[in-house]
């Protein structure tokens, strides 16, 4: 497994839950990123109370106020990141926020489906084009044609529920606008994946588990023991030669493992790319959480 040398990434929902947990983890590596961007929608409110205390401590972590489902909002926090940057390039961008609101088939409503499914996938869209050139430029300033997260990456934060074939745990709650949105969120990172390869942008998604935060409720796991998990997942994204993440037939795969990969419907095992990979070989990868939300 190559390892992780990521100068700089942007995480979207830091102020608490996973992202909060994603930028921890970046942080205290042995040689962390000259760049860590934390975006939340209220950076000064009681929310990221955390996220301020952490900034205090880490000058290389730089807080920028983003609301994910305001195109002007995004362009401005593209913008900001560029000034930080000072002409080199993003090589990293983690699509965390999410919202879900609990709802059944019978009640779910015109308002419901159009918040979340704009914060969900229209707001991963649109972040994706605005730094974009930011990665592009990263990519371009790394040697090798190989993609992988060191480079240039964009990786979005899914959920198993959106898997059209398991709709996991659907008695436990049907969540309709919910398991739409990370559907259709899984096919715009099928979509990122062949749009943005030639650009050397590796695109993937995953889904963390059910997690114990403010939107997951009580979960299954805690968020540090399945972020484990999740971190691992990065540093398999650097498995260059074997993986094809970004071939045709790979492009965009998801799961809580890369081993283990999910499709808008279900992929067949064994069709998870080269078995000779060491890296998706090992036991650990092939593990699956016991619960699918994010």
């Known amino acids: 497994m190559g390892e992780l040398h990521v100068r700089s990434l942007l995480v979207t929902g830091a102020n608490r839950g996973i992202g909060l947990e994603l930028v921890q983890q970046f942080l205290g590596m042995p040689s962390p990123p000259t760049w860590v961007f934390a975006a939340c ?133 049907q969540v309709v606008s919910y398991r739409c949105s990370k559907a259709a969120l899984n096919m715009l990172t099928k979509c990122q994946s062949l749009g943005y390869r030639d650009h050397g942008v590796l695109c993937a998604a995953l889904h963390p588990g059910w997690v114990q935060t403010n939107m997951g409720g009580s979960g299954s796991q805690k968020v540090r023991e399945l972020l484990a998990r999740v971190w691992k997942n990065l540093f398999i994204c650097e498995c260059r030669a074997c993986c094809g993440l970004n071939s045709p037939r790979h492009a965009g795969l998801w799961g809580n493992s890369l081993a283990d990969t999910l499709s808008w419907r279900r992929m067949r095992e064994g069709e998870t790319g080269n078995s000779s990979c060491p890296v998706l070989a090992s036991p650990h990868s092939l593990q699956r959480p016991p619960s699918p939300e994010q």
């Open 41 to 173: 929608r209220d950076p000064k409110g009681q929310r990221a109370q955390e996220l301020l205390n952490l900034a205090s401590k880490h000058p290389n972590l730089v807080i920028i106020p983003l609301e994910v489902t305001d195109p002007a909002s995004i362009k401005a926090a593209a913008a900001r990141v560029g000034e930080h940057l000072a002409g080199s390039g993003l090589n990293l961008l983690i699509n965390n926020a999410g919202i879900a609101k609990a709802s059944s088939l019978d009640n779910e409503t015109l308002e419901n489906m159009t918040q979340i499914y704009t914060t969900n996938t229209v707001g991963p869209l649109l972040l994706g084009q605005a730094f974009l050139p930011l990665l592009k430029k990263a990519a371009q300033g790394s040697p090798g044609s190989a993609l992988n997260c060191s480079k240039a990456a964009i990786i979005n934060m899914s959920s198993s529920a959106g898997s059209i074939e398991e709709v996991f745990l659907w008695n436990y709650g």
